[in-house]
């Protein structure tokens, strides 16, 4: 890739762990702020998905270690494809529920040449959620392919590994109860009332919990991306690039290697879309009338089962036609106990930062739980 002897560089404005620079909008040059021992899970995953073929994810072209006298690595840079976008797929999904919302709640004028020409929110939606399914499908296909390579060799779970699922969700899920118990004040009653009934249940989902990870015992374990959501996911010319393969950036570097299943990357994206449908609640325009405002209340409820019908639908068509394949009974539990665990965290994650928003993440719970104990 040539870049010239001067290239024009920009730096990304999403920053978080690292520090990103894009050279010609051809490349990307990634500097790992935070140097960590060991094999980087982002240049080990970028380098294996780019010799695998893999088209939605930017390739990696390059790496940067410092090797220590006794043989320890140390990624600093990495760098990769430059893939042109429209942003990422939160912001995507947040503006054009937005326009969704808005075509559907101002009173319509005379049609003209270029209403025609715009494309329908709504479709576009539900577009989007489809090739997420299948993109991630595709992903955990490659994922799961028999290879040499012990680092992603698929394995089956076996009983200590259910067993650890379990007993990480269940940890997870005391310690939301924990940060429940402390929390003495709600924005109304509807809101307390909730709590106060998941409250009630603590026991009988906490035993649930071995249960559901034992319906994973002989499934597939694989490499998987790790902290997969919707700002983890470009928007480009109609399709969806899955980027940021280095797990959760809190975890180890090994702990960020472990295969484990590949459905924890789908509950991820399903809490993802729970997410951006809170955020529309909360962005709603002002100053609708009576009518307005219950045509975007609905569009806002149709806006999660929508999403997660077609990305569930698309993904199962993507990921199951191989050794993935999984019965549905184990699908569902293992779906259950991860977006247990992944609402649970989101709990402790609000309480810490954004105490307003700890009712979205609440209301994931109750939904499940519903679900589980009806």
């Not at 010239?4 to 404005?13: C, F, N, Q, Y």
């Not at 995507?92 to 004028?109: F, I, K, Y």
Request: proline share 5%.
């Amino acid at each position: 890739i040539d870049v010239g002897e001067d290239p024009v560089i920009r730096r990304l404005s999403a920053e978080q762990s690292n520090s990103s620079l894009v050279m010609e909008e051809k490349m990307v040059l990634k500097v790992i702020r935070r140097l960590l021992a060991g094999v980087h899970p982002e240049a080990e995953m970028g380098r294996y998905l780019t010799e695998q073929g893999y088209a939605n994810a930017p390739r990696l072209l390059g790496e940067v270690t410092r090797f220590a006298v006794d043989g320890t690595r140390r990624t600093m840079i990495l760098l990769q494809e430059y893939i042109d976008n429209q942003g990422d797929a939160w912001q995507w999904m947040l503006d054009t529920l937005a326009r969704w919302v808005q075509q559907s709640t101002v009173a319509p004028s005379a049609p003209t040449e270029t209403d025609a020409e715009l494309a329908d929110p709504e479709e576009d939606v539900a577009k989007i959620a489809a090739r997420l399914g299948t993109r991630l499908g595709e992903l955990h296909a490659v994922l799961a392919r028999p290879t040499d390579l012990p680092e992603f060799s698929p394995a089956p779970a076996r009983q200590d590994d259910v067993a650890q699922w379990a007993a990480g969700a269940r940890r997870q899920l005391q310690a939301a109860f924990d940060v429940l118990r402390g929390k003495r004040e709600w924005s109304n009653e509807a809101e307390a009332k909730r709590v106060a009934t998941l409250m009630e249940r603590e026991g009988r989902i906490l035993q649930l919990v071995d249960d559901l990870a034992a319906a994973g015992l002989g499934t597939l374990r694989t490499r998987i991306h790790g902290d997969f959501h919707l700002g983890q996911v470009l928007v480009a010319h109609g399709d969806v690039y899955l980027v940021d393969f280095e797990g959760e950036p809190v975890k180890p570097l090994e702990q960020r290697r472990e295969k484990s299943s590949p459905l924890r990357d789908v509950a991820g994206l399903l809490r993802s879309f729970d997410y951006a449908a809170a955020f529309a609640v909360r962005a709603a325009p002002a100053g609708l009338n009576e009518e307005a405002e219950l045509r975007r209340q609905q569009i806002v409820r149709d806006f999660v089962p929508m999403c997660r019908t077609a990305f569930l639908d698309a993904y199962r068509e993507a990921a199951y036609a191989g050794p993935l394949r999984i019965d549905p009974d184990a699908e569902q539990a293992l779906l259950q106990l991860f977006v247990l665990e992944k609402a649970a965290y989101e709990v402790c994650y609000e309480a810490a930062n954004r105490p307003s928003w700890i009712p979205v993440p609440v209301n994931g719970l109750v939904r499940i739980v519903d679900q589980l104990l009806t």
